[in-house]
């Protein structure tokens, strides 16, 4: 025993001392690693739009985006965060459903737009997706994803993975302390931009009065904290006091009734 | 100790039990779990073997649950910087290279012994020999003193 710990011993201090020896170079600077992993993230997210594009039709009028890239912008610019680092997409589809991917594009479903009462309804999701990207959370879903999915990529069939993955980052799958980060994260951006955050809680309210006993949603409400209780959470945060409007009437009117 | 002598068909199972450790580090790649699997398959499939057969085996194993344990860890690491999960820092580069050496010398020594155990040789790996006369109790293991 005594001469299987010693050898273990220096086995591990071998692997240890390479490991340390060599972790003194500077790896990261010589191969690029920050610069590439933005990249990275940024082509990933680009693949899963391209992907969503073969399913879903994109709307590309120039109005709609200029609409939603402002909302967007408005809060960014408010928080300090780079307007660039982050896109908007809408896409045709019936699903009330928004979601944040890797690169740190949105995905706005025509759908939730037309669900939502007001524009600070609206920009209350937009500032929940800003949430999760800030928060680094869908990076720690794609890790996790991958990590399930990569028995899948010795079948061959890469785009079947590529769908399953989007399936997966589509069905927000976050757990209940990352939704409540990123509802926290939304109602302090949407604060600082000078937007009500309470009309946030009114989505999730409504969300769980239409869809909150369907079966189909049973794994949205499994995966998200009960909308009573984000309503209410939301709520506390909201501070009482005179905010503007998300958007001006009449670009809301244009985006709200817009024939998607 | 060593003064076993195994016959014709011992030696070329306990040698293929080392090759079947290299063809299963090169078929799981990137996957470390397949070569694990295979080794330990082969190790069921000669749990009634002769004890050099068997002691052998062990050997083979008990080496690829550490490689295992390494490439796990590499191949977790690698899915987290790629999907942005963690930074890709110096430290991952350097374990990514110690492992990646390892392994090679996992693969080298593993032929060695494969070639050195068919001609009847005592091979016997620092540490892992240690482990495996351990887990092959006495009267199995050829390699303790009769």
């Known amino acids: 025993m005594k001469k299987l710990l010693f050898q273990f011993t220096i086995l591990a201090v071998v692997f240890a001392g390479a490991w340390y020896t060599l972790s003194q170079l500077p790896w990261s600077k010589w191969l690029h690693a920050s610069s590439f992993n933005k990249k990275r993230q940024e082509k990933l997210g680009e693949l899963f739009i391209k992907t969503h594009r073969l399913d879903k039709k994109e709307i590309t009028n120039d109005s709609v985006a200029f609409i939603m890239n402002s909302l967007k912008n408005n809060i960014c610019m408010a928080n300090h965060i780079d307007t660039g680092s982050i896109k908007v997409y809408v896409f045709r589809d019936e699903q009330v459903n928004a979601f944040a991917l890797p690169g740190g594009s949105i995905v706005v479903n025509s759908s939730l737009i037309s669900f939502c009462d007001s524009p600070d309804m609206l920009a209350g999701v937009i500032a929940h997706e800003i949430g999760h990207i800030q928060n680094g959370h869908i990076s720690k879903r794609m890790a996790k994803e991958v990590g399930l999915s990569i028995l899948m990529m010795f079948g061959g069939d890469n785009m079947g993975l590529l769908k399953e993955l989007l399936r997966s980052v589509t069905s927000g799958k976050f757990n209940r302390s990352q939704e409540s980060e990123a509802d926290q994260s939304a109602v302090y951006y949407l604060d600082k931009t000078n937007i009500n955050p309470a009309p946030l809680a009114d989505f999730f309210e409504k969300m769980g009065k239409t869809y909150g006993n369907m079966p189909g949603m049973l794994e949205w409400v499994s995966t998200h904290p009960n909308a009573k209780e984000r309503t209410s959470m939301v709520r506390k945060l909201a501070k009482k006091k005179t905010y503007r409007p998300a958007l001006p009437v009449g670009e809301w009117a244009y985006l709200h009734s817009y024939n998607y | ?146």
């Not at chain 2, 040698?15 to 470390?32: D, E, F, H, I, T």
């Not at chain 2, 091979?123 to 003193?145: E, G, I, Q």
């Open chain 2, 1 to 146: 100790m060593l003064n076993y002598k195994p016959l014709e068909h011992e030696k070329e199972k306990a040698s293929n039990g080392y090759l079947m450790s290299v063809m299963a580090v090169m078929a799981g790649l990137p996957l470390p779990i397949i070569n694990l699997l295979a080794t330990f398959l082969f190790f069921i499939l000669n749990r009634r073997a002769t004890p050099f057969v068997k002691w052998h085996c062990t050997q083979a194993l008990v080496s690829q649950l550490t490689i295992f344990i390494m490439n796990s860890a590499a191949l977790t690491w690698t899915i987290k910087a790629f999907t942005g999960s963690t930074p890709f820092t110096d430290k991952y580069f350097a374990y990514i290279i110690v492992v990646v050496v390892f392994n090679i010398v996992e693969v080298v020594v593993n032929i060695s012994a494969a070639i050195r155990v068919r001609k009847g040789a005592t091979v016997r790996w620092w540490f892992w020999a240690a482990l495996t006369d351990m887990l092959v109790r006495k009267p199995a293991s050829p390699y303790h003193a009769q």
